[in-house]
């Protein structure tokens, strides 16, 4: 074995049976839910009519305000009438948004951000949680409740921008009385009512059901992407995008733009939640030093443009290549961050599904801040329930992952188990897993030959060889031997990686390395507001009902 075990990087296969995939590329398996975008501009909604007659996108009259106000007091007989604040666009040049609350216990506000600004997401989070931007203290409703957030679109002929919400919940979130459904999304119109409850014994129009409602600017200016930004060099190529440098043009701002052609959903339709799961999960997180963030999201007629920060360093595959292997103390300054990351990540019940050193950016190699990227293959996990579908990166791919179909259900320990075998390769500089594959192993009629390295997964077959191992601490293999544990519930949590002896080894040094990033870089990579979905929120209370989501893309 060598380095150059490593020298060939592994591409993603999500929701398909890779092991039967020859091209190697990104499919769903059934059962996954799939969803779509519609484009739409204003222009084209404010000639649709409300079944009740209001055209849609038109801020709610004070007429219809004063009656919400009517409905929502004459169950509360002492409270005065509330009559919602309207919205004020002219004053508010660059919302593209008003969250009009509909009872006086929760406030109203303007929605404006179209890019991540310091700690900030670039989406709106409603939910218990102290961190969310309109916070809601009802005990049904879920720390993180649901997000919204904005596409610029354009079809060709108009522009315009598209307003989404996706429910996070694990009781429902409701719009106009329907359920959107868990981790879907729907495309809000003006004037659509968004509840966070709903119980069978109140109507729709209870006080203990009014919340907010939606109210989108007449007219909002958005560009192209092209229009926007000048393209520059290639950054990477994925499986199914391709990353490029860009500049905003007018200024020196650069960032990284995911390009995503929407003629490779023609062949594999199924692939489009995941782009849009990538979109949802990335808006609905605040600023975290170790993951990449996203701004703006063009959504053009023939191309999908995701723009991300930027980060100049390049893959963490590439220097572990470049390098050979690692020493212990660079391994563990970048791994106290992929930890810490993770941890926030499994907090807020997102887990990464494909994490390899292709998908961990160095900001820069001399001081070896990484962060990770491509939430391609990422989920929110709702409350406990599992996942099925079989997606990652044969290397890297836990062994709860490779259970038959039927059988297989796996969660966030998965995330575990390819940081310990990530891990296992910074240090020597060749993978725990080898890819002999089944062919060349039955052609080799030795029986001292190593197993496929499907084989190896689902039985933990790894070894820590000389003279590669040697010098290389033993509690280093210990915490390898914890992440590649074969049972998920006995594996090391991100936490418990934390807290491991091998990581708390020559701290003096890896003080010097975080202040080297910048003076409150440990604070920040520590000091993450604790949002725990495990088991936090209340088990559902109503079932699931359909979710609904447009399908034209
Ligand atoms: N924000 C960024 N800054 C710099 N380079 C980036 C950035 N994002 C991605 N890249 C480069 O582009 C490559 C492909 O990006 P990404 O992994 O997101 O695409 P993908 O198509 O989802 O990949 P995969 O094949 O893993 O599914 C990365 O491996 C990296 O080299
Ligand atoms: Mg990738």
Redesign the pocket.
């Known amino acids: 074995m060598s380095s150059s075990d490593i020298t060939q990087k592994q ?2 296969i ?1 929701r398909s049976n890779w092991l039967l995939n020859k091209d190697n590329q ?1 499919t769903e398996s059934p059962g996954e839910s799939s969803e779509g975008t519609k484009y739409y501009s204003f222009n084209q909604r404010e000639s649709e009519e409300e079944s009740d007659g209001r055209k849609r996108n038109q801020p709610a009259t004070g007429r219809e305000s004063r009656k919400m106000a009517k409905t929502a007091t004459s169950s509360q007989r002492q409270a005065e009438p509330y009559v919602p604040d309207p919205a004020q666009f002219e004053r508010h040049t660059n919302a593209w948004g008003y969250l009009q609350a509909l009872v006086p216990a929760y406030p109203s506000g303007y929605l404006e951000r179209q890019s991540y600004e310091s700690a900030t997401r670039t989406g709106y989070l409603i939910g218990r949680s102290q961190n969310s931007d309109f916070p809601c203290d009802k005990a049904e409703i879920s720390k993180q409740h649901c997000l919204i957030y904005m596409e610029n679109g354009s079809n060709g002929i108009q522009r315009g921008i598209s307003v989404y919400l996706k429910d996070l919940s694990s009781n429902g979130t409701f719009v106009n009385g329907t359920i959107v459904g868990a981790n879907q999304r729907i495309l809000l119109r003006s004037g659509d009512r968004i509840q966070l409850t709903r119980r069978t014994k109140y109507d729709d129009d209870h006080i203990c059901n009014l919340y907010y409602r939606i109210i989108l600017p007449p007219k909002f200016e958005v560009g192209t992407f092209h229009e926007e930004y000048n393209c520059g060099k290639i ?7 391709s ?1 490029y ?1 860009a500049t905003q043009k007018g200024t020196t701002r650069e960032v ?1 733009v ?1 390009i995503i052609s929407k003629s490779r959903f023609d062949r594999r339709p199924k692939m489009l939640p995941s782009v849009i799961q990538e979109i949802g999960i990335l808006m609905s997180l605040e600023a975290h030093p170790c993951i ?1 963030q996203i701004g703006k999201v063009f959504n053009e007629p023939k191309y999908l443009y995701l723009l ?5 360093g ?2 963490l595959f590439d220097y572990v290549v470049r390098r050979k292997k690692l020493t212990e103390l660079e391994t563990r300054f970048i791994f106290l961050q992929l930890f810490c990351a993770i941890d926030f990540l499994h907090s807020r019940g997102i887990v990464h599904r ?1 994490l390899k050193p ?2 961990v ?1 160095l900001v820069d190699d001399k001081t070896l801040h990484v962060k990770i ?2 939430f ?2 990422a989920k929110m996990q709702s409350g406990q329930s599992p996942f099925q579908s079989q997606c990652g990166t044969p290397n890297y791919v836990a062994p709860e992952i490779l259970d038959p179909t039927g059988v297989r259900a796996y969660g966030r320990e998965c995330d575990l188990w390819s940081l310990g075998v990530m891990l296992y390769i910074c240090l020597c500089g060749f993978p725990p897993f080898n890819g002999m594959d089944k062919f060349s192993f039955e052609l080799s009629w030795n029986e001292l030959a190593p197993p496929p390295m499907k084989e190896q997964i689902k039985r933990g077959l790894f070894e820590f060889p000389e003279p590669y191992w040697t010098n290389i601490a033993p509690e280093a293999k210990d915490l390898i031997r914890k992440l590649l544990t074969l049972d998920p519930a006995k594996r090391i949590t991100a936490k418990g990686a934390l807290n491991h002896e091998w990581m708390q080894i020559n701290l003096e040094k890896i003080d010097d390395m975080c202040d080297n990033v910048d003076p409150f870089f440990n604070e920040k990579l520590r000091n993450h507001h604790e949002v725990d979905s495990s088991g936090s929120d209340l088990p559902p209370t109503q079932p699931m009902g359909p979710s609904f989501s447009t399908q034209d893309f």
């Open positions: 591409t993603s999500g990104k950054l990477g190529r994925g499986n199914f995008a990353v440098q990284a995911k990449i991300l920060e930027y980060v100049r390049g893959e494909d292709e998908n950016l990227t491509d391609g293959l």
